[in-house]
């Protein structure tokens, strides 16, 4: 059913994607866009092609090399994990065989999935785009709806263009007023996820809005929603608007222009309702930091350890009523679907330049989102301030944001990661992380324990 | 995809909130392209004490003698959150899991587990908690869990209840309204032509 009356963005889009069968049941929805990449990717197509089921529109599915590809530089197909190159070759072969667009280990456009896809225009606003992984809300911030599915159900989008599935429960989730300086895209979704838990947005297709989710820049939003699923959401997006049109005009799989009518009607109508609102004060919000060992375990980075799971306690080694600033680490590492973007990578580095990473420090390193991120942040100098101030300067990948490559961090480390998940063995077995913002592991690499970004900021104006 | 019908089976208590995917199997026991050889590394960083001897931690729950046989597992709060990895719901089915039983689930893992024979069962926390160690009942044709005197109703919606109950395979199922989803394609191309794109590799 089509409702009438005012919608809110999420049923613009569900509406004309719905597919009527004629059947009861979950319904069909349409899929626009797939993509897959090389740690689940192969299994879907090698998975359909031993069914002899096509894809049935190529054209539509792309796929790139970036969870199992080695980021150290002069990579080729080989990985420190053992077994690690065959993901890369089977999905190689796979992908030539299926006629999807691949970007292969060192195609220019190579990166993370969820940075890619925006830099080609492939996830466009009003579309439909789905891939087997669960970061692929990050592209809701241009407007899409963008979900993350498993293996068997990207053999279903390749080979009917349709999922079945149930329609969520709508959420608005608003946040007022303006951010402090220092304060970021991530610290807003660490916040939410604090107060709401990490199932807090479970059953519902999240719209992020408010004042402060409009001054964010494309890229930040990407971030926020990119932590939709660390809420447990299906998916989170954001309504385009002149930013969002500016940012994809030109790029390579977006039309030629945004001129017809339909771009406009992508937003919330006026006195459209939600099963769910919650509302947050921007202005109220610090930089946010994880203690624990699930997203919802996060807190104001000057504030003390809030009592949690005695699990959680454990395993991070820290007691409640704790002080995390000053807490000593031993790993500091920018990168990820989350925080890897150019715009990223500038705000590191104007904090860190001038500065060096702390003596006790084991392992400091920047991972780019992309090939291209990588190449754009080197045209400006930044790999020479990073590396400077004694950062590693990585090719692009998902890297050590877990375990999936076969590199390891130092047996035992506490890491300060710009990336989204502090779960228990998620960067490497005992592995303690905590999650921020890329501001905040400068200013904590810089330190060498966990730091205020506020404080090295006003260092570095002075 | 094994039809689903009833099963009775201790049910097995791994009661913590936000179990998640990389818990369930971790990334380096994810060893080949395929969906097999993964019960081994099945909860490995929780079942084994040392994880590369694969040395059993006795202070795991499916570890334990009265877990033997085990088929239902349960869950408290977003049980399967994180990684969308199908993998997680396979080295489950691989290991013997039919059933989880959970205060709620994360959207993907729930998904994934209909996909392939698991029945993802949420039920309030105080009902989860009683039912640990029971030997228990899932009959999902009656849509009942029962344990000793106490019985729970089962909710589920009808196209999954009957994607278990009847092991279908979904997108033959699908593909079936290929002429519906061929229409409604022409009739997009008209209204967004700027979503379909050409072969360009």
Redesign the interface.
Known sequence: MTSTGPKTLFEKIWD?HR????????G?V?I?RVFLHE??G??AL??MAA?G?PVR????VFAVMDHIVDTRIGRGDGTL???GS??IT??RAAAKAA?I??FDVNDPDQGITHVISPELGIV?P??TLVA???HTCTQGALGALAW??????A??AM????L?I?KPKTMRVTFTGQLAPGVTAKDMALALIAAH???GG??HAVEFAGEAVEALDIEARMTLCNMA??F?A?AGFIAPDAKTFEYLAGRR?A?ANFE?P?WQTLSTDDGATFDTEIVIDAASLAPMVSWG??P?HSMPIDGAVPQG?Q?AHQYIDLAPGAAMLGTPIDVAFVGSCTNARLSDLRRAAALVKGHKVADSIKKAMVVPGSSSVKRAAEAEGLDTIFTEAGFEWRASGCSLC???G?ERFPEGSRTISSTN?N????QG?GIRTHIASPETVIASAVAGVIADPRELAKESAQ | MTPFTTLTSVAVPILRDNVDTDAIIPSREMKSTGRTGLAEGLFAPWRYSDVAARTPDPTFELNMPEAKGGQVILGGANFGCGSSREHAVWALVEYGIRCVIAESFAPIFRANCIRNGVLPITLPRADVDALAWQEITVDLPAQMVTAGETTHSLTIEDEPRTMLLEGLDVIDLTLKALPAIEAWTDADRTARPWVYLEKTA
Do not use: C, N, W
């Open positions: 004309t597919i009527d069968t004629g059947t009861s049941g979950a069909l349409a626009d740690r689940t192969a299994a090698k998975s069914a089921r529109d190529p054209a539509r994990m053992e077994g065959a993901f089977e999905t006629g667009t691949l466009l009003g579309v087997p992984d669960s993350g599915i498993g293996s068997s159900e053999e279903h080979a009917t263009g349709t079945r149930e838990g990490a199932g479970a059953g699923t660390e447990s299906m799989y039309p017809d339909y060992t699930s919802q799971p699990r877990f375990f999936a076969g998940r779960f228990e063995g998620r077995p």
